[in-house]
């Protein structure tokens, strides 16, 4: 188990949705393909938009970039 998988983890089990939001998109930057990327992104977009996190429109921007969400 990788130390990312382990910090995703335990803010699973903390419950600790802000630090889900950056390990997810920590996640996303490391991702060796765009499949990878876009399962990471789409849980710190989901995390984010439960947190009220100020990076939701940014997470989704990068989302709609990939073509895995449409523009508004």
Do not use: C, I, Q, W
């Not at 802000?18 to 849980?43: C, I, K, S």
């Not at 984010?48 to 449409?70: C, I, Q, S, T, Y």
């Amino acid at each position: 188990m990788s130390d990312l998988d382990a910090r995703l983890l335990a803010a699973h089990a903390a419950g600790d949705l802000d630090a889900l939001v950056e390990l997810y998109a920590e996640a996303a930057e490391t991702a060796r393909d765009d499949t990878a990327r876009g399962f990471y992104l789409t849980h710190a977009h989901v995390y984010a938009l439960e947190r009220g996190h100020p990076k939701a429109a940014a997470l989704r921007n990068r989302l709609v970039d990939m073509g895995r969400e449409h523009p508004l």
